[in-house]
């Protein structure tokens, strides 16, 4: 009853206060529930309330408000019926105790009235009631439906547990099933290694050794008595050979660890080398008394050591470098080994064809640990442990990368390598294999069967046998593969080549059935392997490119990945960089060593199949497989002062700020620069970065910040975003780092914002100097910043920005600007903008009287003197005129107007209208030429594009104008073209400031037109093509009215003139030459006379044989050299001038025409001898005399001095005798070949003759290498032979390795390519003939290549051309691929079908790697591909003339505007939009008719017609894409 007293017994968990129902005088306190499942009270959630939101104080789960805020979220009905049930309960007993108490103190008339009050309350009561009913029933039936879903959550746990444990179960066992496995092969291999125990006893083998080689010394010594006596009376000492070494026992222990890692089991090997220690005792004195014992140690030495496959010295245990353990696997050893010795032993052997061993003698006890070895299948038995690899023999070799070479490629991720190191041992092997197999024992009988995972011999590709293991055994009669068969049934086997890595399907064919065939038929394909050859490591070593992955994952690996693969790496030996291992294959890079002398980086297989766009790198996600992603930054709080940093602006309304009250952003900024300046290494790099992915890059010099990545800007490089500054910048992939988890913790610190309460003074878009003068305000400065409102997430936040200073209150930067006329306030934009009203729509362009430095757009340029700009302020005229235009002719319909030069017009262009003026008489065609009235330019349109213009937007926004203060160069009245796209390329589009001197109505105006560089400096458009040399300034002749000359002014007067002006009569005038003055006078320092000699001549070496380096080659093939002596004096020379030369100059202008020897400073800021050859206004010509290099640089970077002027010239001209180049002068890829073979290279010189002037060039012969550089030239057909060329003494030339080996060369160059005549081409009708074809190709939209119907009539061999090709698609294995590329070559290319196609061969357009520009002859095509896919063509094809023939279609022409849009880039007058909707309009058949085409177009003309005998290109023409011609 104590419950029922309280009304509200049900209370909130955060306030602990009650819930309440709405009262009379109580306001309601209703339970709601959040999102996450949470219930509180709404008293709490309004003062949790935040921007819109509500956070749970449990499990901090962000809650959504709906509109109505904390009212609109769901109340808790379960809690409400409790509260209603408790109030219930109040009132009936409350209203029970007070009938109660009226029955005994009341009388009857009494009851009678409290009967009619509850009476009153009875409809109150029972909506109560009925309200409690619906309460209860929704609570019922939501217990109801908790109690299913815990009964199933349960069934489910209990389910999942189950199948987790069995899972766990199975994994368990299958891990101890591995380890005891592994421990059982660990142990057999190590009983194994018991058979060479007797290796163990060197010192006993050296004895004997010592033994039998004083027997043999005796033995010689008894056949030569005669001469040799001396020899038999040579004493025996037996004191001379240690014997109790046989008493010595080997010094090995045995112990196993392993240790758990990852629920994995890894075993290490422990070898223990101890001291050698007594077995038993032998007595010296039997084996003095004897010589018997002696033999029966030779012959036992002989009996172990008998098999030569591998010495038993190569079974001592080895380390494994740290490349190759993992950090994991490397173990650690217990005590140090200092300094262990190591020995080189080779086999004594005469007849041992084995490498040389390298053997690691320990003397301390020391652990030697054995890691599992890597590789195919077969490299995880347990005889591979006990062989040796050559990139594991010794620590000293342990950080040197093994060379390899590939065996088999089934894919990057799959392939096998053979250690070069081993090519020896690998043919012993092969010897051996051979052997064996050419001896009876090897072959099968009738009773050996074949069993799967044998090991057996096989013939491999080249006829030799092989070692193979079974994988799979096919008996006759059984359609499956067995375990093992019975030689004489056996039908064939699956093979993999243990020592080459690939696998191979071996048929047995039987001639008859007997059982002695079946085996001999077997034993042709099929040996025994010798037990010898088993226990021999496979020499094939399964590999994998680490982290690489098929560019296309749905696709996985490509064919042409593999082809890349095989034929970058080829047959040669390739660097190979071990990162690991996987489960089945060490994880490596392969480095294929540098081609040429241009470059010493090797080549990188990972990098190079990653470019070429066939593989990419593997890029880790996180569990869920998306990237992660930083947190946002936390916002102000509006109205809240904080203290911040400006990090980075792009304008008042664009920039980034950092909150400095948190310090963990030094924190995190000082682990950044702690952790990437530290660590280094390939695991931190980023490969292929992805949009939106976090990671860590470079800015400046090691600073290193978070960033995201938001875009790929091509060349390697990505455009990312700092986070943390607000900055976007260009970065290259390579100074990118990958983030730890540890660096995601802290928000993103760079904050966008927008300065609060301020617009642009004019216009859209905030101007230059406003954005100059709020970046010196505010960037990298400290602030005291206030939010005004709230904003989204991806919208900046409007805030103040206050400077305070010590003395004055804070200053709002706002204010500052608005005070400077920069920005106008929001408040007051009436009060602010008086300068720029606000202007009405006015259709015609109405300019002030004076204008300067006003910002336009440059829209149109047709030369200097005549191009078109728009004002900016206008921008929002041109844009209402628009929406005017569009709302006036949208609806028109087409009228009949006759079209005149000189009326406005509205035209359709580029599907938006706008105002025109036609500037010519419409043509027959109803084509009219249009001026576009607000850009400049002039478009052809059809007249049902066109419409009338209302008078009231008659005008143009557009203003002709012209630099009238230059003039053409060249002499020439008329601007050049070069230099009319000179100024479209730099200018047309971009924002200028324009300045009118004087304003008249003359069209074009003359005007001054200035742009901004790069460096932010103003720069005239005039001075740009002066700079250039395209224009030259105009003659302005001036007079001078000099009152009264002096001597002073006579003196300057070739220097400076000054205008003097008169003040009484009229003074003479004096006439100056028309190249004197200037366009703006200025201030000019008096030019400096000086004169310099040349420096020393050269010093000529002697006539004949001489040893020189190559430092330059000219254009002109002249060679400079310098000899040994001048390279030494050379670098003497080098720093006595950078001595001499410390500080920079004072410049001054000279005259350079006297100047001939003079300093240079280089490219690298270092001075150098020079000699000046001409003189390029504001650059010389200048010739570095040490070295021959001839340059064009400034002026500011020579000087007219001498530099150690008592030294000669160092470098001496040479020219190639008797040799004429190809076209009488040196063509670029003939120099380009000389500065590849010769720059930088010793190389020897024949001097033929001294010229009289030893400035002239020597006349010589060069041999490289021996071979005579003229050959080397005439060969790459560059040079030619002199008809009158002498004979040369002879040359004496290095003495080759050729000449000590007899090299057999024949069989080695495979069958020579076919030299064809070109394709005969197709011939087109007579003129004015008719046929009907079709377009199977369109290079412009009027060059296409046409097809017609009897062009497939011809036939060759009684078969037509698709017969022919249809025939050798079918047997395209016997085409030869084509080894010569000449131009206009025929062959046969590959399609993206995968059939072969007749082609030609164009141009060799990439050399590296080499990429052929070939034409399919018979559709017109052109394709780049490479030479994988080239085949030779059979002649026979060659009598098929090509299927297509290119004409040129008549009647139109490109338009002589540009027009918008993309162009094309091999013809740039055609649009893409013009050629695609001229291939639209050539489908299906179409009628050519044979004209006579101009003289300027080589290929033939033809009009084409459309099935409705219209021609084909009058849409082009509608549209304004093409003009008639």
Request: aromatic share 6%; net charge negative; hydrophobic share 35%.
């Amino acid at each position: 009853m104590q419950k029922m007293e309280q009304p509200n017994d049900v209370i909130c968990n955060f306030c602990e206060n009650e819930y309440t129902l709405t009262d009379n005088e109580v306001e309601s306190n209703l339970p709601r529930i959040l999102i996450c499942g949470h219930i509180f009270c709404t008293t709490c959630l309004q003062s949790m309330e935040f921007e819109n939101a509500v956070k749970c104080p449990d499990c901090e789960v962000e809650s959504i408000l709906p509109e109505e805020g904390v009212y609109g979220l769901q109340e808790d009905t379960g809690i409400i019926g409790l509260i209603y049930s408790a109030k219930m309960k109040k009132m009936r007993w409350s209203d029970t105790s007070k009938r109660g108490s009226s029955r005994r103190g009341r009388a009857t008339s009494s009851d009678i009235s409290c009967t009619l009050k509850d009476m009153e309350q009875l409809p109150e009561l029972e909506k109560v009631e009925k309200a409690m009913d619906e309460a209860m029933t929704s609570a019922k039936e939501n217990l109801a439906k908790l109690k299913v879903l815990h009964q199933t959550l349960i069934e489910g746990l209990e389910k999942q547990m189950k199948k987790e444990e069995a899972r766990l179960e199975k994994e368990i066992n299958r891990a101890t099933d591995k380890a005891i496995n592994v421990t059982r092969k660990w142990g057999q291999m190590q009983l194994s290694q018991l058979s060479g125990l007797q290796l163990h006893f060197s010192s006993t083998h050296a004895e004997i050794c010592k033994v039998k080689g004083r027997i043999a010394t005796l033995e010689d010594a008894l056949q030569k008595a005669k001469t040799i006596l001396t020899t038999l009376k040579a004493p025996l000492d037996n004191q001379s050979f240690d014997m109790k070494c046989i008493t010595k026992g080997c010094g090995l222990s045995v112990s196993f660890r392993s240790q758990c890692l990852n629920q994995s089991v890894n075993f290490f090997i422990k070898m223990d080398k101890n001291e050698t220690k007594d077995v038993s005792e032998v007595s010296l004195t039997q084996i003095q008394q004897h010589s018997g014992p002696v033999e029966s140690f030779d012959n036992s030495y002989r009996h172990l050591s008998h098999g030569k496959t591998r010495s038993p010295l190569r079974r001592s245990p080895r380390r494994m470098s740290p490349r190759r353990m993992s950090p994991r696997r490397r173990p650690e050893s217990r005590c140090p080994s200092p300094n262990p010795k190591r020995n080189l032993c080779k086999t004594s052997s005469a007849d041992d064809t084995t490498d040389d061993i390298i053997i690691e003698e320990v003397i301390n006890t020391v652990e030697e640990f054995v890691a599992p070895p890597t590789g195919p299948e077969l490299a995880n038995d347990a005889h591979r442990s006990r062989c040796k690899r050559s990139w594991n023999l010794s620590g000293k070799r342990k950080n040197v990368a093994p060379w390899v070479v590939v065996t088999h490629v089934v894919n990057p991720t799959h392939f096998y390598v053979c250690s070069w190191a081993e090519k020896r041992e690998s043919d012993v092997l092969s010897k051996k294999i051979n052997t064996f197999c050419n001896q009876n024992i090897s072959f099968f009988s009738a009773t050996d069967e074949v069993q799967a995972g044998s090991l057996i011999l096989a013939k491999g590709n080249s006829g030799l046998w092989c070692r193979t293991k079974v994988l799979e055994v096919f008996q006759n009669g059984h359609g499956s593969s067995v375990q093992f068969c019975p030689v004489d049934q056996l039908t064939g086997v699956s093979i993999f080549f243990v020592d080459y890595g690939f696998t191979n399907n071996v048929n047995i064919e039987r001639i008859c059935s007997s059982t002695q065939s079946s085996v001999d038929a077997v034993n042709n394909q099929l040996r025994k392997i010798n037990p010898e050859l088993i226990h021999i490591a496979p020499q094939a070593i399964r590999c994998s490119l680490k982290d690489l992955v098929p560019y296309d994952l749905a696709k996985g690996w490509c064919r042409e990945a593999q082809v890349e693969f095989c034929q970058v790496v080829g047959s040669g030996a390739v660097e190979m960089i071990s990162y690991g291992q996987d489960s089945e294959a060490l994880l490596v890079d392969l480095k294929k060593p540098p081609m040429g002398p241009s470059s010493e980086i090797p080549i990188s297989i990972r990098d190079h199949l990653v470019f070429i766009e066939v593989a990419r790198f593997y890029c880790p996600m996180n569990s869920s497989g998306r990237p992660l992603k930083y947190y946002t930054a936390v916002l102000p709080i509006i109205h809240v002062e904080y203290s911040a940093v400006v990090t980075h602006i792009n304008c008042l309304d664009d920039f980034y700020i950092q909150l400095t009250d948190n310090m963990e952003t030094s924190l995190l900024e000082d682990k950044l620069q702690q952790y990437y300046n530290t660590k280094s290494g390939e695991d931190l790099l980023v490969y292929c970065p992805d949009i939106g992915q976090a990671c860590v890059a470079r800015l400046g010099e090691n600073m290193w910040y978070r960033v995201e990545v938001i875009g790929h800007a091509g060349g390697q490089t990505v455009e990312v975003q700092y986070i943390d500054l607000g900055l976007k910048a260009s970065v290259f992939v390579s100074d990118l780092r990958k983030i730890k988890d540890e660096f995601f913790f802290l928000p993103a610190q760079a904050i966008q914002c927008c300065l609060s309460d301020v617009l642009p003074l004019a216009g859209e878009t905030w101007s230059d100097a406003c954005i100059k003068r709020f970046s010196s305000l505010a960037l990298d400065k400290l602030f005291t910043i206030m939010a005004t409102e709230t904003s989204p997430k991806t919208k900046p936040l409007p805030v103040k920005l206050f400077e305070s200073t010590p003395n004055d209150s804070p200053t709002d930067i706002a204010q500052v600007l608005i005070t400077e006329r920069l920005v106008c306030s929001k408040d007051s934009i009436k009060a602010n903008i008086v300068e720029v009203p606000t202007m009405e729509f006015q259709p015609q362009l109405s300019l002030p009287g004076t204008v300067k430095d006003v910002k336009v757009r440059v829209i149109h340029i047709d030369s200097p003197s005549s191009f078109y700009v728009h004002f900016v302020k206008f921008d929002s005229q041109l844009k209402r005129l628009t929406e005017l235009l569009k709302e006036e002719c949208e609806l028109m319909e087409p009228q009949d107007v006759a079209w005149k030069p000189g009326m406005f017009c509205a035209a359709y262009i580029n599907h938006v209208w706008e105002r025109g003026l036609i500037s010519s008489q419409v043509s027959a065609d109803s084509v009219a030429e249009v001026k576009r009235s607000d850009h400049g330019n002039k478009v052809k349109l059809h007249v049902s594009s066109l419409r009338p213009l209302p008078a009231s937007l008659e005008g143009s926004f557009a203003l002709e104008c012209s630099l009238t203060d230059i003039r053409p160069a060249g002499g020439k009245p008329s601007w050049t073209a070069t230099a009319c796209d000179y100024m479209r390329d730099s200018l047309l589009g971009a924002l200028a400031l324009i300045t009118i001197p004087e304003l008249t109505d003359e069209r074009p105006v003359a005007v001054i037109l200035c742009t901004t560089s790069l460096t932010g400096e103003s720069v005239s458009t005039s001075d740009c093509l002066t700079y250039v040399g395209l224009a030259l300034r105009k003659r302005k002749p001036l007079e001078l009215t000099v009152e009264k000359p002096n001597e002073s002014d006579a003196q300057s007067s070739d220097t400076n003139v000054q205008a003097i002006p008169s003040l009484g009569a009229t003074p003479p005038v004096y006439p100056l030459p028309p190249f004197l003055p200037r366009p703006t006078p200025r201030t000019t320092m008096p030019t400096e006379k000086v004169k310099t000699n040349l420096y020393k001549a050269p010093e000529l070496p002697k006539v004949g044989l001489n040893h020189m380096t190559v430092s330059a080659v000219k254009e002109d093939g002249l060679i400079y050299v310098r000899t040994d002596a001048a390279g030494i004096l050379l670098e003497q020379l080098k720093v006595e001038i950078q001595q001499s030369m410390k500080t920079l100059p004072n410049q001054k202008p000279y005259t350079w025409k006297t100047v001939k020897g003079c300093a240079v400073i280089g490219p690298d800021m270092l001075w150098y001898r020079g000699q000046l050859l001409e003189v390029l206004g504001g650059h010389v010509k200048v010739q570095y005399v040490d070295y021959g290099l001839v340059e064009n640089i400034p002026v500011v970077h020579v000087y007219p001095r001498l530099l150690c002027q008592d030294i000669p010239q160092l470098c001496i001209a040479c020219q190639l005798n008797t040799i004429n180049p190809v076209g009488s002068s040196w063509q670029q890829d003939a120099v380009e070949l000389l500065n590849e073979m010769l720059l930088y290279r010793r190389v020897d010189v024949y001097i033929l003759k001294l010229p009289t002037d030893p400035r002239q060039p020597l006349m010589v012969e060069i041999l490289l290498d021996g071979m005579n550089l003229n050959t080397i030239l005439c060969h790459h057909k560059h040079a030619l032979i002199a008809r009158t060329a002498q004979l040369v003494p002879a040359l004496s030339s290095p003495v080759y390795v050729s000449e000590f080996w007899n090299i057999d060369t024949e069989g080695l160059l495979g069958p020579q390519m076919v030299t064809l005549d070109s394709f005969m081409e197709r011939s087109l009708p007579e003129k004015g003939k008719s046929l009907t074809v079709r377009v199977r190709h369109l290079q412009t939209p009027n060059e296409v290549f046409l097809w017609w119907e009897d062009t497939t009539q011809e036939v060759v061999d009684e078969k037509t051309l698709e017969q022919h090709l249809m025939a050798i698609n079918a047997d395209v294995h016997s085409l030869l691929p084509v080894t010569n590329f000449p131009q206009g070559g025929p062959c046969l290319a590959k399609y993206s079908d995968g059939s072969f196609y007749r082609a030609k061969m164009l141009d060799i357009v990439c050399a590296d790697p080499v990429r052929i520009l070939i034409q399919h002859v018979d559709y017109g095509s052109n394709d780049i591909v490479a030479t994988d896919v080239l085949r030779q063509m059979p002649v026979e094809l060659l009598s098929f003339p090509a299927q297509v023939l290119k004409v040129h279609v008549a009647g139109f022409k490109a338009p002589s505007t540009r027009a918008e849009g993309e162009m094309l880039p091999y013809s740039p007058e055609w649009s893409v939009k013009a050629t695609l909707a001229m291939l639209e309009l050539l489908h299906g058949e179409i009628t050519a008719t044979v004209v006579e085409g101009r003289p300027t177009v080589r290929d033939p003309s033809v009009l084409l017609f459309s099935q409705d005998g219209h021609s084909v290109f009058l849409p082009l023409l509608a549209r304004g894409l093409a003009q008639l011609d």
